[in-house]
């Protein structure tokens, strides 16, 4: 019975090690200024962050009690958590902030986006806005993200909606994001986003010979085996978020 007790004591204090470490970890990143609850708040509010998604995806988090929001501030997108399926923190650092300690999201949300900056390869939020005539100072990504579900969006102007849904409708169902069915199989398929881009060709073409783009994470990986997530990754360039030209093979 001693023993045992012994060993409660012992874990408790383990705990209250751990917890306390925690704790001083996080006061100092907030005394370095890499953390600003300014950005929490601005990113809690900015209709970016899917709270569902980031637990369902972080089980340790959902697990430990903490706030998504702030868990995504202090450590998630350093270590490349999505705060939403159309947000990729490590992707926009690399492009837009290198060697800054700066919340890829705090930023999009702040200038990024305004600047034509991209979230991810596959949104362009230029093209977004001017397709389906946004109010000047509205978001791109935030109306997409409410409404992709609605299958009357389209995340960038090489996935063509129609040709898309005429051929796999029946397969998303209805209230389904017809461009993450993309994603989700479009690289066990080589499935085609459009008349004038054949997947197949282009990874044939493209993909069997071209360097294999560094991804930071096991989701970035698996987005870089859909072809056209594939070409869009190469043909973004830096600040603007502008697009090279480059052959869009339309046929073998």
Partial sequence: MMRRLANLVTELLIQLKSSA?????????KQRGS????DEFIIATSGLFDVSLYVIESPD???????PVEHFCLYGWRE??????????LWYQDRYLPGSDQNPLA????????????????????????AYGLERGASALAHY?????????APNPHFDLAFYLDRHREEIGPNRDPFAHLLRCGAERDLDPSPAFD??????????????????????????????????????????????????????
């Fill in 21 to 29: 470490s925690q704790s001083i970890e996080t006061e100092t990143l």
């Fill in 35 to 38: 953390y600003h609850l300014s």
């Fill in 61 to 67: 988090v959902r697990e430990a009690g903490n706030d």
């Fill in 80 to 89: 490349g958590r999505r705060p939403n399926l159309y947000f990729d923190p």
């Fill in 107 to 130: 930023h999009y949300v702040r200038t990024g986006e305004a600047m034509g900056f991209r979230p991810i390869s596959y949104f362009d939020p230029i093209w977004y806005t001017q």
């Fill in 145 to 153: 993200l409410a409404h992709r579900r609605s299958q009357q969006l």
């Fill in 199 to 252: 997947a197949a060709a282009y990874r044939r073409d493209v993909m069997a010979s071209a360097k294999t783009s560094i991804a930071r994470t096991a989701w970035a990986a698996a987005d870089l085996r859909v072809p056209l997530v594939h070409f869009l990754d190469a043909s973004v360039g830096g600040a603007g978020g502008t697009i090279t030209p480059i052959r869009t093979p339309s046929g073998s």
